[in-house]
């Protein structure tokens, strides 16, 4: 007795598609945080200027007219999904400078959650760690640090 290929490639194909389809819906089954940036927020312009996170940032609490702070934007993934909170903590040596937890708009997709913490000193790393929690239990985190140099 002889098997027709044809349909045996069509079997594996979809038998391909329906794993991806699988690990894609297992994968989205907990949300995902997307992204963290920072950018420096001017009090006394109103501008933000994008910072590049892990690269040296120059300025002093000293310094005239340093007057910035840092706003951050978390972007996280959690459409379809139940129970989603995001906690953020921004530490500058032991000092924290924000401690927050926010439930996630599961509803949008991707949803862009904004931060403004206390002001940086400008003179030391400033550590970021975004916490992805479901139902109390940790699913996603990610951490990141904006590493602040003192002027003259």
């Known amino acids: 007795m002889k098997f027709p290929v044809r349909p045996l490639r069509i079997t594996c194909g979809v038998l391909l598609v329906l794993l991806a389809v699988g690990a894609y819906a297992f994968s989205a089954e907990t949300g995902r945080i997307v992204s ?3 950018q420096r927020f001017g009090c006394q312009t109103g501008e933000l200027s994008p910072i590049v996170l892990g690269e040296s940032q120059s300025g002093s ?3 005239p ?8 934007v978390a972007k996280v993934d959690g459409q379809g999904q139940a129970n989603l909170k995001l906690r953020l903590v921004v530490k500058e040596k032991s000092k924290t400078l924000l401690d927050k937890t926010v439930e996630v708009d599961t509803f949008a997709g991707e949803y862009s959650i904004p931060f403004l913490p206390e002001q940086p000193s400008g003179c030391d790393t400033v550590k970021l760690t975004a916490t992805l929690l479901k139902a109390g239990k940790v699913v996603g ?3 990141n ?3 602040f140099s003192c002027g003259e």
């Open 36 to 38: 963290l940036a920072a």
């Open 61 to 63: 609490a000293n310094s």
């Open 65 to 72: 007219g340093f007057r910035d702070f840092l706003f951050i």
């Open 141 to 143: 985190q990610m951490a």
């Open 145 to 147: 640090e904006v590493p």
